[in-house]
């Protein structure tokens, strides 16, 4: 394809965990919820500090009723929060292998094995979590963002556009979108559906760092930085328009070596 460029070997690699770390400032793991906040973002509720009490606690549930399928996803979803990502995938495995048609399991199960690299497995089993006569928007936009972290970026704009036919506008899918754009080097593109997704939901401090990459790499440095920083104190905001700049300055680097 004509927009094909150096950027497209290197989602899973490098794009993707600096967008992370771009949006949650330090205290985040990558993807994607997560992306791009494609599968879900992780390092938030592990940085509170109740979140070790509240990890003790299902962890006593799990252990008391490990058959209980509703504690297994609540105790999987706390375990990926936390960043303990093969554990998560342990616990939703052995749930999903005693409840195999349980749909919500399938889906936490996808987005843990998204969580730990797993993305051909993830987008295979986020398939089995909804059927096609009653598709979940969420499901298709992370299946989406499995599909890009495999350098599959058409057949995954496949998958967000039928997820926009659900939630039209969804700021989360426009901006998992737009990164399939940016990982083609279709930036006018990128630009363009990132601040979709940015004007329906300009408080997403994902979004905005996403939107800011995708300036960034069309020289809008300004207007980038000036993303970044909003509404952020001036230590953190610091800290974000530093990494966007040595993200910058890597890409920069590759184009030149290349």
């Known amino acids: 394809m004509s927009t094909r460029s150096s950027l497209a070997p290197t989602p899973a690699r ?3 965990p600096v967008l992370l770390a771009l949006a949650l400032g330090g205290c985040q793991t990558i993807g994607l919820e997560d992306v791009t906040g494609a599968l879900g973002s992780k390092s938030e509720v592990a940085s509170k500090p109740d ?4 990890m003790d606690a299902l962890r006593e549930r799990y252990r008391a009723k490990p058959s209980d399928p509703n504690i ?3 105790y999987g979803k706390a375990l990926r929060e936390s960043g303990q990502r093969a554990q998560a995938v342990a616990v939703l495995e052995q749930a999903v292998l005693a409840h195999p048609s349980n749909k919500a399991l399938l889906a936490g199960y996808g987005r843990a094995l998204a969580d730990n690299g797993n993305f051909q497995q993830a987008f295979d089993v986020l398939g089995r979590a909804h059927a096609p006569e009653d ?5 298709l936009s992370a299946q ?3 599909l890009d972290q495999l350098g599959r970026n058409e ?3 496949q998958y967000y556009a039928a997820a926009l036919k659900i939630v039209p506008d969804e700021p989360q899918v426009l901006s998992n979108l737009g990164l399939s754009y ?3 080097n279709n930036l006018p593109r990128a630009e363009e559906t990132m601040r979709r997704a940015h004007q329906r939901n300009p408080a997403d401090s994902r979004v905005r760092a996403n939107l800011a990459l995708v300036l960034g790499l069309q020289g809008k440095q300004a207007e980038a930085e000036t993303l970044v920083k909003a509404d952020l104190p001036p230590d953190q905001a610091a800290a974000k328009v530093t990494a966007l700049r040595q993200l910058l300055a890597k890409k920069q680097q590759q184009r030149a070596d290349k």
Request: charged share 25%; aromatic share 8%; proline share 8%.
């Open 14 to 16: 490098f794009l993707l």
């Open 51 to 54: 979140a070790k009490p509240d």
């Open 72 to 74: 297994a996803l609540d």
């Open 135 to 139: 598709p979940d928007w969420r499901i």
């Open 144 to 146: 989406g963002a499995a």
């Open 155 to 157: 057949e995954a704009q």
């Open 182 to 184: 940016m990982l083609q």
